[in-house]
């Protein structure tokens, strides 16, 4: 069965109060030159039937209406996974 | 700056409710086609200097330590970013 993967990511402009805690912890366990870390989702929707254009358009439409919020997140990107998983 | 992108996901034997109730408000929303949503997680991570394979297994380690659990959670992929965003 097809996958599709969106990603959704909060705007630049939105601060990541997760983000910040994840980049202040990973010098404390060791990990160095790593300046900034942001945090988002992804989702994998498994879609019945095949993927073509207006289905992707579909699914990037419910993503933006269902799977984001509008004001404060962007939708990254919306594609079709590779077989391998 | 070189930016590498972590995506986690759970475990394909752990339940996902969140993914369950995205799944379920989907076809109320008008949006069929779609059997099933899980829900993960995807970092964006902003690295000093040069990324070389040293740089993204160290990644790779801080994803699997901080980033992700590892009793749930599987690092799905640790790649850098396409200068594009």
Chains 1, 2 share one sequence.
Do not use: C, H, W, Y
């Not at 790593?34 to 992804?42: A, C, N």
């Not at 929707?45 to 289905?55: F, W």
Request: hydrophobic share 45%; no cysteine.
């Amino acid at each position: 069965m097809p996958r599709v993967i969106v990603d959704v990511m909060l705007k630049p402009e939105i601060l990541d109060p997760q983000g910040k805690a994840v980049a202040g912890a990973l010098p404390r366990l060791g990990f160095d030159g790593i300046s900034s870390v942001r945090q988002g989702k992804r989702f994998e929707l498994e879609v019945d039937g095949t993927v073509d254009e207006a289905k992707l358009a579909e699914v990037r439409s419910a993503a933006e209406t269902l799977l984001s919020n509008p004001v404060i997140e962007d939708v990254v990107s919306v594609r079709v996974a590779e077989e391998t998983a």
